[in-house]
């Protein structure tokens, strides 16, 4: 059984950090690549952040040089450190996994900006 499961959610300052981790399970981790999207209230959902099964990473211009993505294929988990949160970071970020044409979603973690 497939399963994409996140976590690492929370209420966090303006400024400050939050890391999370989407743990995999059922299928080859290290050939999929990763992607992490998030929904803000209505909003559609937006692609913020992506890995390769090499390694390469992409980020939304909205995001680039304060998230970062990272995989870990012993763990099967990918992660996303996020820093110098802002109020519009405020969604629910989903995990992703992709190869081919098989693609994964996990359930969802909210992350909540707000001073």
């Known amino acids: 059984q497939v399963q994409l499961v996140e976590s690492g959610e929370g209420l966090v300052q303006p400024g400050g950090s939050l890391r999370l981790s989407c743990a995999a399970s059922?299928?080859?981790?290290?050939?999929?690549?990763m992607r992490w999207y998030r929904q803000a209230p209505g909003k559609e959902r937006e692609l913020v952040a992506t890995?390769?099964?090499?390694?390469?990473?992409n980020y939304a211009d909205s995001v680039k040089g304060r998230f970062t993505i990272s995989r870990d294929n012993a763990k099967n988990t990918v992660y996303l450190q996020m820093n110098s949160l802002k109020p519009e970071d405020t969604a629910v970020y989903y995990c992703?996994?992709?190869?081919?044409?098989?693609?994964?979603w996990g359930q969802g973690t909210q992350v909540t900006v707000s001073s």
């Open positions: 890995i390769t099964s090499a390694g390469s990473t």
């Open positions: 059922g299928f080859t981790f290290s050939n999929y690549a």
């Open positions: 992703y996994a992709l190869y081919g044409l098989v693609r994964y």
